[in-house]
């Protein structure tokens, strides 16, 4: 048997006996051994009988030996505080988007392992749902991996869950409880041991109308009918980073 990679014409081959000793035999591609050889080959076998007479046969295949690029890791359904990702799901999961390149072929699947766990394998392409297993930080480590098989380096992203809201408590002009002025300082505390507290809301009324602002301690507030005497309440909101 001769093998060729030459288009068929058997100008260049390589001499095999046949059959096989243990069903298989190896066959060096002519580039394989240069930095910039990937690609698609066609190798050709031509098979011979005692007599001379010949039969050609062939197939192609892809070789790749460039390891596939992990760009991104985006969580879908994430709060983003100064870059850093959290979540609140109550059941623990995440939806996660991996953009993942690869140039001498294509991303097959992901290898996804939660801090120093376990792997999980899912297939590339649509976006995922990866349980965490508790609140906190959760550090989640991806590689890819192309069709030859190819394993790309790691690229981490930490996403901290937090299922606890803050503990808050409130008081009016440093707990007076009277005021001649309907311009008052809010004081808030707010305990929250995951992802702390992120944004602060003070309102008239319970519908909590307007845009979060960032958390602080203290805040200038204006009563509801400054001109009329009587029993105010202000109601605060706080949320955490998650």
Known sequence: MR???????FA??????FPFAVGQDTFTLPAAAAPDGDGTYTVFARFFDAAGNFNDRQDAIRLDR???????IRCEACAVVNGALFSNAANRQVILDVDAVDTGGAVASL?????????QVFPFGPS?????????????NVTAVDEAGNVSGNVARTITLDRTAPV????????????????????????????????????????????PQPFVNNAAFRLLDPDVDGTKSVFVGVRDAA
């Open 3 to 9: 093998l060729a990679t030459d288009d068929g014409l």
């Open 12 to 17: 260049t081959f390589v001499e095999r006996a």
């Open 66 to 72: 460039t390891a596939p690029l992990v760009r991104e």
């Open 111 to 119: 290898s996804v392992r939660i801090g120093a766990g376990a792997p």
């Open 128 to 140: 995922f749902a990866l349980t965490l297993p508790a609140d906190g930080a959760q550090v989640i």
């Open 168 to 211: 808050v408590t409130v008081s009016i002009n440093a707990a007076a409880a009277r005021t001649r002025s309907a311009d008052v300082v809010v004081s808030v505390t707010a305990t929250d041991a995951v992802s702390g507290a992120a944004t602060l809301r003070l309102s008239t009324s319970a519908a909590f109308g307007g845009v």
